[in-house]
């Protein structure tokens, strides 16, 4: 079957007690059991639900994996997908990650004894270069944020594997219906399913994809030793977004692409970030692994931080907020929001300063869009 089609059954065959169509959100903590230790295969909802069940078959399905768990959010898959490490271990990670990641590495998991060498760019010699004999794990994201950065998946899967280390790919910002990073030689999928994966901006939770049953019951131990997971609700509203993703990230590409090439040739823009525009230098390696390039668009103003708040003012359509991978258009200023949480230097080094704006593009009508941005840059002009 196809991934819409595996989006829509997977894991979701008719409630055997009613027939209903849609899997119930068991919204239960327990389970009776016939004679002790006689039971259903369910025992009690931290070890496991069936509508969270529900939810890891289908994305498991969607990413091409063995098996799928869903997390409280995007930060506990990671921290799952980190608890395979022991002191002393070392990561090799991108440089362009989502800000939170960066704090977890930095400090969650380096005080416990494990170290993260952040590599700049996407150059996989440069990330060989960065391994060491300790190295256990090398983390990606692609596209990257905010800078939509591309790194070649199956590059770095070689880079990985030629010293024994696992390749973990987040893969947030495309999702299955862009980008299977399992095919491309990943070893680890994960996900902030707040995003894309739900794609109505009314859930927060996480997902690890792996193609490794060994791996996934380590994964599933530490879970349920630390209590991490999905809650029924939260498992459902997943699911039912799930079920519109292909059309959704369609929608999100081609109202993207329209956006990126308005915005390129205004005034006021210096550069866009967008790997479907011409001259993007991962453009080349974009066609070759995403079906799509995505729904998400950085623009630098020419006229610094001030015109970037100039910029979002003038918006009617797109709203002011963090996240993104929702169904309604958001805009945010990553220096102050989303990437806070990192040092002035670190974010002034990597260009997450002056103009920058990142735009999560929605499901709208695009001309309505298209004239919210022509009102956002032409404000953008005039101090
Ligand atoms: C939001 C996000 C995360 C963190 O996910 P939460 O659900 O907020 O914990 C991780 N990676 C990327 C790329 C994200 O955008």
Redesign the pocket.
Known sequence: MKLATRAIHVGQGADPATGAIIVPIYQTSTFTQDAVGVHKGFEYSRSGNPTRTALEVCIASLDGGSDALAYA???AAETGVLSLLRPGDHVVAGSDL?G??VRLLRSVFEPLGISTTFVDGTDPDAYAAAMTQRTRLVWI?TPS?PLLEITDIRSLADVAHARQALLAV?N??ATPALQLPISLGADIVVY?T??YMGGHSDV???AVVLNDHELAEQLRFHQNATGSIAGPFDAWLTLRGLKTLELRMARHSTNAAALASFVASAHSVDTVYYPGLAGHPGGAVAVTQMRSPGGMVSIRLSGGEAAAHRFIGALQVFSLAES?GGVESLVCYPARMTHASLSADERERRGISGGLVRLSVGIEDVEDLMEDLARGVEAARHA
Do not use: A, H
């Open positions: 959010s995007g930060l989502y939170g990641t994201e944020n987040d947030t910002f902030s707040t995003k927060v939770g996480g993104l």
